[in-house]
């Protein structure tokens, strides 16, 4: 624990000092990488990244965008999250900087679904034990379950959808199936679930690099409100237990393996992680689908190939572009030396495009052998719990919307979201 500490308090000095020196200086790779041309178009950035090593170093820390590398890092269980400081850099430094990597300022009294009691923001057996409780109701196997389920809200959806000329995708289907199936999960009422949908949206906003006081706001008032939520509903579910997550994790609590503070933590997290991710993922493959026309005929002629395709949507654009991680000591990983204490960018969507790893990577390929390869649910102990839900979820999806439609066309211009760490669309307005 003192090892940890010091390379806490040693990251903290390390990125204020960089951090206030960069204020009056902005090197080559602090105006590429934290650019707004980002949010259109990170990859030509990424690739300019790719041609100035492996491991580039900047006043805000280290980065990678090479697929090896990141992938070693994230397998490494030595390796720690950053999220285990969020919150404590950018309350020294006063503002946003390095705000995608550390969150912003705590809120006391509030659970921060991703601070360092969530189990993004725990390593070591602290992790495991969080991953253990959650590990049944999240497996592949239990997810499975809910396929007819979501195949009949997904179907629907675009029924309802369809009922105009033109809808949007973002707005009517993409963002409502992942909700409808984070609250079955959860054993959310139905009269609640659009409340979940605006928190997941607030909370979700507030952890991009580009956050403004409006969202910071409003992602403090849907933490409140849902912490609210879920102290109301615990009493009321341990009396009544069902078939749920939420009943699941309350039979773990009073076995005496979750404190109520851990409980309230994984709930928020569940219900940030249970549909942000796929809201983009849906959003991202279908305008995929239309760049790459000729990728749509394929998996129409043969929708055995849809969930290989769900992998390839990930690599070619990543709904979550980046990780961030930093070494207690200094260690060599995959051939590369990493000093102690420095943050690690991990730029899944940079190493997600690596020519080494993927063929042709600027290209969509629905038939791609090793799509799987992709970093886009991280890797190692901290691949994202919620990937089997995900993958499912965009398979209902995809297959809902070749049946009925007739093609993946643009009605307008799409209209991507202001945000770069979560990469998705506000907008994608189709032809019914």
Request: charged residues 25%; negative net charge.
């Amino acid at each position: 624990m003192a090892v940890l500490d010091g390379a806490a308090g040693a990251v903290r000095d390390s990125v204020r000092a960089a951090a206030m020196f960069a204020m009056g200086t902005r090197d080559e790779f602090t105006r590429r990488m934290l650019g707004r041309h980002m949010i259109a178009d990170p990859y030509p950035t990424y690739e300019w990244a790719r041609s100035q090593g492996r491991l580039i170093g900047s006043k805000y820390g280290l980065t990678t965008v090479d697929w090896e590398l990141a992938n070693a890092i994230l397998r490494n269980p030595a390796i720690r999250t950053a999220n285990s400081q969020r919150g404590v850099v950018a309350e020294q430094l006063g503002g946003r900087v390095m705000g995608w990597m550390f969150g912003p300022p705590r809120r006391p009294g509030v659970v921060d679904p991703i601070g360092p009691d969530s189990m993004i923001g725990t390593d070591g057996e602290a992790h495991r034990r969080l991953r253990r409780l959650t590990r049944e109701p999240f497996s592949a196997t239990t997810i499975e379950q809910l396929r007819p389920r979501l195949t009949r809200v997904a179907e629907q959806l675009v029924r309802e959808a369809r009922r105009s000329p033109t809808f949007d995708l973002m707005e009517e289907f993409a963002t409502r199936l992942p909700v409808t199936a984070i609250c079955e999960l959860l054993g959310i009422p139905e009269e609640d679930r659009g409340r979940f949908r605006a928190w997941g949206e607030a909370i979700a906003a507030d952890l991009d690099a580009y956050v403004t006081a409006p969202r910071e706001r409003a992602a403090g008032r849907a933490m409140r409100e849902l912490q609210a939520y879920f102290t109301d509903l615990i009493p009321r579910r341990r009396a009544d237990p069902g078939e749920d997550v939420l009943s699941h994790l309350i039979a773990a609590e009073e076995e005496d393996r979750l404190s109520e503070r851990e409980l309230l933590v994984l709930c928020s997290l569940l219900v940030l992680a249970g549909f942000e991710t796929t809201v983009n993922l849906i959003g991202n493959g279908v305008m995929a689908l239309i760049r790459f026309p000729e990728q749509q005929e394929v998996l129409r002629a043969d929708p055995s190939l849809i969930p290989g395709a769900v992998d390839e949507f990930l690599r070619y654009d990543a709904p979550i572009q980046i990780v961030a991680r930093f070494a207690p000591e200094d260690m060599e990983i995959a051939g590369v030396e990493i000093p102690a204490t420095i943050p690690l960018s991990i730029m899944l969507g940079g190493a997600n495009r690596d020519p080494a790893m993927f063929e042709d990577p600027a290209t969509l390929d629905v038939t791609r052998a090793n799509a799987r390869k992709h970093l886009s649910f991280s890797t190692g102990p901290h691949n994202c719990l919620g990937a089997p839900l995900a993958v499912l979820e965009a398979e209902v999806a995809f297959a809902a919307l070749f049946e009925a439609l007739p093609e993946l066309r643009l009605a307008d211009r799409a209209q991507r979201r202001d945000t770069f760490v979560m990469r998705g669309y506000q907008r994608i307005p189709l032809v019914s």
